[in-house]
Structure formats: structure tokens, C-alpha cells
């Protein structure tokens, strides 16, 4: 197994570089060219170059705030649309609840019992009894009447027993 605990120390100068004066470095430059002298013309273009190329930059930036205000506002449209359409399922919650409250009630009001107890004791009626009911039978048949005093006779249909 090696040993790792001795204090035996590394030369890191072998490594070290020469440090440079600044005097002995020497930038070999290339000698600059006499500025050319442009004529109207070429200043004329550079100009009209450089107005486009403004105008384009122009032109960009206005698309780009379009495009920003389009997405702003057609996200504060969805916002309000939101907000509106919850405001519209509250109601539809409340009337769904109101006509089950509203259901529950017709039904307990108009119950058999109730209808029966109502004709009872306020109408005064009372319920049939068998001997009561009368059946008749009409074997000439029928007989309409027309407003001017025409008879129409009904044929007998067959009995249904």
C-alpha cells in the first residue's frame, strides 16, 4: 500500500514561466492605408443605405409591439372572458339549486294526499262510492247536430267487452 502521509513537497518552479518586460514585447503593426477620399455619390448612398437599414429597423420593432399588444390584449380578453363565464356557472349552480328547492316543494304540494284533503275539507267533496257509478250503453248511435240543423247519423261501433 502507498504512502500518502509523507511530506515530501513538489518543485512547482519547473513550471514557472519567465516573466516578460513590457518593453520586450514588440507588436509588429501593419501600416495603415491612406483614408480614401469618397465622392458625393458614394456618401449619398451610404446615407440612403443607412436610412433603410433605420427604416427596417423601424419597420421590426413597430411588428414586434404589434405582436406584443395583440398577445396583451388578447390575453386580458381571456381574463375578462374567464372571470364572465364563472360568473355564468355560479348562476347556473344557483338556478340548478333553486329548482331543485323549487321541484321539492311542487311536489310536496301537490301530493295525493294533499289534492284529496283538499277537496275534502275545503271543496267538500267526497270520494265515489260503487254504487254510485252508472254505466249506460247507447245502442242507436251516435247523433251529431250541425249548426244549420243537418242530422248526421254515427254508425254503432261493435262492442269492446
Given at each position: 500500500?502507498?504512502?500518502?502521509?509523507?511530506?515530501?513537497?513538489?518543485?512547482?518552479?519547473?513550471?514557472?514561466?519567465?516573466?516578460?518586460?513590457?518593453?520586450?514585447?514588440?507588436?509588429?503593426?501593419?501600416?495603415?492605408?491612406?483614408?480614401?477620399?469618397?465622392?458625393?455619390?458614394?456618401?449619398?448612398?451610404?446615407?440612403?443605405?443607412?436610412?433603410?437599414?433605420?427604416?427596417?429597423?423601424?419597420?421590426?420593432?413597430?411588428?414586434?409591439?404589434?405582436?406584443?399588444?395583440?398577445?396583451?390584449?388578447?390575453?386580458?380578453?381571456?381574463?375578462?372572458?374567464?372571470?364572465?363565464?364563472?360568473?355564468?356557472?355560479?348562476?347556473?349552480?344557483?338556478?340548478?339549486?333553486e329548482n331543485v328547492r323549487l321541484q321539492m316543494a311542487f311536489n310536496s304540494s301537490v301530493s295525493r294526499e294533499k289534492v284529496e284533503e283538499y277537496a275534502v275539507n275545503v271543496l267538500g267533496m267526497q270520494k265515489v262510492e260503487r254504487y254510485q257509478i252508472h254505466y249506460f250503453e247507447n245502442?242507436?248511435?251516435?247523433?251529431?247536430?250541425?249548426?244549420?240543423?243537418?242530422?248526421?247519423?254515427?254508425?254503432?261501433?261493435?262492442?269492446?267487452?
Amino acid at each position: 500500500m502507498a504512502d500518502y502521509n509523507r511530506s515530501e513537497a513538489l518543485d512547482f518552479g519547473l513550471y514557472d514561466m519567465p516573466a516578460l518586460k513590457p518593453e520586450e514585447h514588440v507588436y509588429e503593426t501593419a501600416p495603415k492605408p491612406a483614408p480614401k477620399r469618397r465622392t458625393a455619390e458614394e456618401i449619398r448612398k451610404e446615407s440612403v443605405a443607412s436610412a433603410m437599414h433605420t427604416l427596417k429597423i423601424f419597420a421590426v420593432a413597430i411588428t414586434l409591439m404589434g405582436l406584443f399588444v395583440s398577445i396583451l390584449f388578447s390575453r386580458i380578453s381571456l381574463a375578462m372572458l374567464e372571470k364572465e363565464a364563472g360568473k355564468i356557472e355560479t348562476q347556473i349552480s344557483e338556478a340548478k339549486s333553486e329548482n331543485v328547492r323549487l321541484q321539492m316543494a311542487f311536489n310536496s304540494s301537490v301530493s295525493r294526499e294533499k289534492v284529496e284533503e283538499y277537496a275534502v275539507n275545503v271543496l267538500g267533496m267526497q270520494k265515489v262510492e260503487r254504487y254510485q257509478i252508472h254505466y249506460f250503453e247507447n245502442r242507436d248511435g251516435d247523433e251529431v247536430v250541425i249548426a244549420d240543423g243537418k242530422t248526421v247519423e254515427m254508425p254503432v261501433e261493435a262492442d269492446i267487452n
